[in-house]
C-alpha cells in the first residue's frame, strides 16, 4: 500500500460517480425517444440504462464485517470501486401513452415511450452529485493532509 493509496480510492470513486451522472444524463434526455432502435425489423423506445458499479479486486464486504466483530485482527483496506457493465433495464415495460395523433401510434392510438421515470432519474441525479461532491471533499482533505505531512519534513 502507498501513501496515495486513500487517493487513488477515492479517484475511483469520482469516476464511478460522473459515469453515473453521465448515464442518467442519458436516460433524460431520451425519456421522450420512441425510436431508439430497430429489434426484428420494429421500432423500439429506448430502455434505461444503469451502471453495475463492484468493488476492486480484495475489497470484499465481508473482509470489513469480519473485522468490525473481531473474526479477525487482519485490517481491512478498501481499494475503491470499478464499473462491472452498463446494462439495459429489460424488466420495466415501456409506458403507453394514447396520443392517436403520434406517428409511432399503433391502430388503437397508443404509443409507446421509453421506460425512464423522470422522479427517479432526478433523484438518482442528487445522489450521484452528493456522492461526487463527498469524493471530492476526501480528495481534498487527504491532500491537505499529504501537505501538512511533506511540511512536517521541512521544519
Given at each position: 500500500?502507498?501513501?496515495?493509496?486513500?487517493?487513488?480510492?477515492?479517484?475511483?470513486?469520482?469516476?464511478?460517480?460522473?459515469?453515473?451522472?453521465?448515464?442518467?444524463?442519458?436516460?433524460?434526455?431520451?425519456?421522450?425517444?420512441?425510436?431508439?432502435?430497430?429489434?426484428?425489423?420494429?421500432?423500439?423506445?429506448?430502455?434505461?440504462?444503469?451502471?453495475?458499479?463492484?468493488?476492486?479486486?480484495?475489497?470484499?464486504?465481508?473482509?470489513?464485517?469480519?473485522?468490525?466483530?473481531?473474526?479477525?485482527?487482519?485490517?481491512?483496506?478498501?481499494?475503491?470501486?470499478?464499473?462491472?457493465?452498463?446494462?439495459?433495464?429489460?424488466?420495466?415495460?415501456?409506458?403507453?401513452?394514447?396520443?392517436?395523433?403520434?406517428?409511432?401510434?399503433?391502430?388503437?392510438?397508443?404509443?409507446?415511450?421509453?421506460?425512464?421515470?423522470?422522479?427517479?432519474?432526478?433523484?438518482?441525479?442528487?445522489s450521484a452529485s452528493r456522492s461526487y461532491e463527498a469524493n471530492?471533499?476526501?480528495?481534498?482533505?487527504?491532500?491537505?493532509?499529504?501537505?501538512?505531512?511533506?511540511?512536517?519534513?521541512?521544519?
Open positions: 500500500m502507498t501513501i496515495f493509496h486513500s487517493m487513488n480510492t477515492t479517484a475511483s470513486a469520482l469516476t464511478a460517480q460522473r459515469l453515473r451522472m453521465d448515464v442518467i444524463s442519458s436516460n433524460i434526455a431520451n425519456v421522450d425517444t420512441t425510436r431508439a432502435r430497430q429489434v426484428n425489423g420494429e421500432w423500439e423506445p429506448y430502455r434505461k440504462k444503469q451502471i453495475v458499479l463492484t468493488e476492486q479486486d480484495g475489497n470484499r464486504f465481508s473482509n470489513f464485517l469480519n473485522v468490525a466483530m473481531g473474526k479477525t485482527s487482519k485490517q481491512a483496506v478498501g481499494n475503491g470501486v470499478r464499473i462491472k457493465e452498463i446494462k439495459e433495464d429489460t424488466e420495466t415495460p415501456f409506458k403507453l401513452t394514447y396520443d392517436p395523433t403520434h406517428p409511432d401510434a399503433d391502430e388503437a392510438g397508443y404509443v409507446q415511450t421509453s421506460n425512464v421515470d423522470l422522479l427517479s432519474e432526478m433523484v438518482d441525479l442528487i471530492v471533499t476526501m480528495f481534498n482533505a487527504n491532500k491537505a493532509m499529504l501537505t501538512k505531512a511533506l511540511e512536517i519534513g521541512k521544519g
